[in-house]
């Protein structure tokens, strides 16, 4: 059944005359010829269904009442078809002329609302076309009022949903920059993106760290600018020229180690270079600590185990013929052997510190209580060596929540150094201050003092500054006492001037001070 969109006048205003407006009805061919009461005829004459031809046709039909003269008019134009009906009651036989100006004027009226479809159609594609505008100018929040069907409409859902999909995408893109942006800065490895011709376009602040180069001054510039370091920039020209990752481990200024990681983007020809700076200091420096640790341990046992050997070689000679002398050379046997029981206990003790399996045994505990009994014991020692102790502990200091027996261990190894390097009449002065939230225990000589390239290293195990060479000892006390003051969550320190004392301190927590918190 074929069926035709026809537009009608809404109203007749007197015979002859009409009143236009949008209407729309659909005709079949089993409707009825019948006015409604708008003023409209839904017909299935063949003058209608006819008119869906793209001409203009005049008829005169009977309807059920009244004797009616029509003329269609069927024009098309952008993708719409518009069909004008005028009517009127034929009163009267009309003459051609009549008809004649009617279809003249169902022309007219057509050609009106076809420059009205005309200048709505343009003025809809001028709407697109500046939402299609703000979308190109990066704003995705911008969208064309979905109105009307037809080519239009369909181009505006269109555009519309482009708009959406570029907003999603958009939104992921944004996502994953954050994401990259926050494992570049925190990373502890620099990390550097070139252009394939060198220019840097991302610098992360580790990278910054490592040559100590701002991240802004290093934008967009070339990479050998920013380097500064022929070896470094070799590096990255060696990958250019093989097309393939080169590496190396260099020294830069500062006792900076890096590993240079230089490697292509590629996508059939490099288009950019990822280089990767490795920070390789902390570990060179546990590289050095563990050679220094092993030169010394077997510098510690080779000098007592030599000592003995040479004893027991004299006593096989004939020295243990001679009762004294025999006497004598197993007195040199036993110190050593003591000293080195004691190095092998000090070094279980720190193994057992630094893997905290020595626990605490905290008490509230006086800092005199601390003190006076190690400079007591030490006291002696002192004079032999013509060297002063003094004590100096204000009134009123609070109670430190300690294991006493290791924090007594650690004075000792402190004023027992301060003795071993203090020329005689010198003076040593253990006191101890409050602070707001430990108690500060510090001992002072007026010795010969550490080295300042020394200081750095001094509590490592096994460090001896070169004047302390001398002095034997085992080279642990320092750095169980430094393990020992971070077990009970305090910090240990030194200030030195060589050739005018040192003067070491630490500081331990109060009572009413939580451990953890410290």
Not at 115 to 126: C, E, N, T
Not at 228 to 246: F, H, N, S, T
Not at 334 to 345: A, G, I, L, R, S
Not at 431 to 460: C, H, L, M, Y
Request: aromatic share 6%.
């Amino acid at each position: 059944m074929q069926q035709t969109t026809v537009s009608f006048p809404p109203k007749q205003d007197a015979p002859g005359q009409l009143a236009a407006r949008d209407a729309s009805r659909t005709l079949t061919p089993d409707m009825v010829d019948e006015p409604d009461g708008a003023g409209q005829i839904v017909s299935a004459n063949p003058g209608v269904l006819t008119a869906v031809k793209p001409i203009t046709w005049r008829s005169i039909r009977n309807t059920v009442r009244d004797r009616w003269r029509y003329v269609v008019g069927v024009f098309a134009g952008m993708g719409a078809i518009a069909i004008v009906l005028m009517w009127f009651v034929a009163a009267a036989p009309r003459t051609p002329l009549e008809l004649g100006l009617a279809g003249l004027g169902a022309v007219i009226v057509a050609t009106l609302l076809l420059v009205g479809a005309l200048d709505i159609s343009s003025w809809r594609v001028r709407q697109i076309t500046a939402v299609i505008e703000q979308i190109a100018d990066g704003d995705l929040d911008a969208r064309v009022p979905a109105r009307g069907p037809g080519d239009i409409g369909a181009l505006s859902h269109a555009v519309n949903r482009m708009a959406e999909r570029l907003q999603r995408q958009s939104r992921k893109r944004n996502r994953e920059r954050d994401r990259l942006h926050t494992v570049l800065h925190v990373m502890d490895d620099g990390v550097i993106i070139l252009n394939k011709h060198g220019y840097v376009s991302i610098f992360n602040p580790a990278a910054a760290r490592i040559l100590n180069v701002p991240a802004p001054d290093a934008l967009n510039k070339t990479f050998v600018q920013v380097v500064r370091d022929y070896r470094v920039a070799e590096v990255w020209l060696a990958c250019i020229k093989e097309g393939g990752e080169q590496s190396a481990t260099l020294e830069l200024v500062n006792d900076v180690y890096v590993r240079v990681v230089v490697t292509p983007f590629l996508r059939g020809a490099a288009n950019g270079y990822l280089v990767l700076l490795q920070d390789l200091s902390h570990l060179h420096r546990l590289e050095t600590v563990r050679r220094d640790f092993v030169s010394n341990l077997s510098h510690e046992l080779r000098t007592p185990l030599a000592s003995i050997k040479a004893l027991v070689d004299t006593l096989r000679d004939g020295a243990i013929e001679d009762p004294p002398a025999a006497e004598h050379f197993l007195e040199r046997m036993e110190v050593e052997v003591d000293e080195m029981t004691q190095m092998v206990q000090e070094l279980l003790e720190l193994s057992r510190i630094e893997s905290g399996q020595a626990p605490l045994r905290l008490f509230p505990t006086p800092v005199a209580a601390l003190i006076e009994p190690v400079v007591e014991r030490l006291r002696a020692q002192a004079g032999r060596a013509g060297v002063q102790i003094n004590v100096v502990l204000p009134a009123g200091l609070p109670e430190v929540m300690v294991d006493a027996d290791r924090v007594r261990t650690v004075i000792l190894n402190l004023v027992h150094n301060a003795i071993k390097f203090t020329p005689p009449e010198g003076q040593i002065t253990v006191s101890a201050r409050a602070a707001a939230d430990a108690v500060i225990i510090s001992v002072a000589d007026t010795g010969i003092g550490i080295p300042a390239e020394d200081v750095p290293r001094i509590f490592e195990r096994f460090y001896k500054a070169d004047r302390a060479r001398s002095g034997g000892g085992t080279g642990l006390g320092l750095a169980i006492a430094k393990h020992t003051v971070q077990a009970h969550n305090g910090r240990i320190w030194v200030e030195s001037v060589e050739g005018v004392g040192s003067t070491f301190s630490f500081t331990l927590p109060l009572v009413n001070l939580p451990l953890t918190q410290n």
